[in-house]
């Protein structure tokens, strides 16, 4: 079992960014597509963005052109910057290993 941990949260206005990171350890990622998810309160969670081993992505349409999801093998991590926030964007963010593994999550508040 690989071990996912997320980081990057926190509070920020809108039209602001972040950078979600999620570290993996007790096995590689490399030959797994990688997707971060995220759950808003009251809500089902929902896909955010996915990438393969290729590098392919693919992205919810509430979050196109704003969100790129990204993934350095080399340092086992995947990421998700987040640019132009929206109060509709909070929610806790997961990171998934081809949904065999997750994180624990990381909150992403948008507020002003």
């Known amino acids: 079992q690989v071990q996912l941990v997320e980081s990057g949260g926190g509070l920020v206005q809108p039209g602001g960014s972040l950078r979600l990171s999620c570290a993996a350890s007790?096995?590689?990622?490399?030959?797994?597509?990688m997707g971060w998810y995220r759950q808003a309160p009251g809500k089902e969670r929902e896909l955010v963005a996915t990438?393969?081993?290729?590098?392919?992505?693919n992205y919810a349409d509430s979050v196109k052109g704003r969100f790129t999801i990204s993934r350095d093998n080399a340092k086992n991590t995947v990421y998700l910057q987040m640019n132009s926030l929206k109060p509709e964007d909070t929610a806790i963010y997961y990171c998934?290993?081809?949904?065999?593994?997750w994180g624990q999550g990381t909150q992403v508040t948008v507020s002003s």
């Open positions: 990438i393969t081993r290729a590098g392919t992505t």
């Open positions: 007790g096995g590689i990622i490399i030959n797994y597509p």
């Open positions: 998934t290993r081809s949904g065999l593994d």
